[in-house]
């Protein structure tokens, strides 16, 4: 079984186009994450949710927003996409705020072109 | 802010050691990790340490941890192909949440 599941796995699209990401974790975790790795596999954390509250906000851009409808699922809306958006998107989970492990999804590659 | 270096490469033949290092700069680390990505997936965590211990050995897997000089390092033992991925260091403070700051990656090559 699937424990962090996103959907789609690849993305590509156009500038200035908006889409979303999905994430959905079947673990029973309080808390999710959003991650964008960039071309070199630099991982930078961009967002994190406990029971569908934003606890972090890493000075990501407001055309990126998350959204928790309930606490298994965390997905992520992008408008106007920019070229230097393209990257890997990972979603985690982690039993609560104090979780020291982090369960990864498999990534979703977003290319803008 | 909080800084995780490592290097970027590195190169062994199957059944030897390897050694891949990291070095941080937020003194009030609490919890030391690495992560290993495999080509195509997400991160996968191998084992973690407190920052109050200076040694973890999990089966092929050792940590050493000097606080002092914020150095941790992850040795595989009898290193096989199938470890051929990019090792993630990382490292996180109780700031009343966990909020981990991964190093740069270190990709493993082990030749047959």
């Known amino acids: 079984d699937t424990a962090v599941s996103q959907t789609p796995k690849y993305l590509v699209t156009q500038m200035g186009n908006d889409k979303s990401i999905k994430c959905e974790q079947n673990?029973?975790?309080?808390?999710m994450y959003w991650y964008k790795q960039d071309s070199k596999k630099f991982l930078k954390i961009m967002f994190s949710?406990?029971?569908?509250?934003?606890?972090i906000n890493e000075t990501v851009p407001n055309r990126f927003s998350p959204k928790s409808p309930d606490k298994a699922h965390l997905n992520l809306h992008i408008n106007s996409l920019e070229l230097g958006d393209s990257a890997v998107y990972f979603c985690?989970?982690?039993?609560?705020?104090?979780?020291?492990?982090?369960?990864f999804g498999p990534g979703t590659r977003l290319t803008v072109l | 802010g909080e800084d995780v270096e490592q290097s970027l490469f590195l190169s062994v033949r199957e059944g030897d050691s390897s050694v891949i290092n990291c070095t941080y700069t937020?003194?009030?680390?609490?919890?030391l990790y690495w992560y290993k990505q495999e080509p195509g997936a997400g991160l996968q965590l191998l084992t973690y340490?407190?920052?109050?211990?200076d040694m973890k050995q999990d089966q092929r897997l050792t940590v050493l941890l000097n606080k002092k000089d914020k150095h941790l390092s992850l040795r595989i033992a009898d290193t096989q192909t199938g470890d051929s991925a990019i090792y993630f260091c990382?490292?996180?403070?109780?700031?009343?949440?966990?909020?981990?700051?991964f190093g740069t990656g270190t990709k493993l090559q082990v030749i047959p």
């Open positions: 990382a490292e996180s403070a109780r700031r009343g949440y966990q909020k981990v700051t």
């Open positions: 949710y406990n029971n569908k509250e934003l606890i």
């Open positions: 340490i407190f920052s109050n211990m």
């Open positions: 985690a989970s982690s039993q609560d705020l104090a979780g020291n492990e982090q369960f």
């Open positions: 937020d003194s009030s680390s609490t919890y």
């Open positions: 673990l029973g975790h309080d808390t």
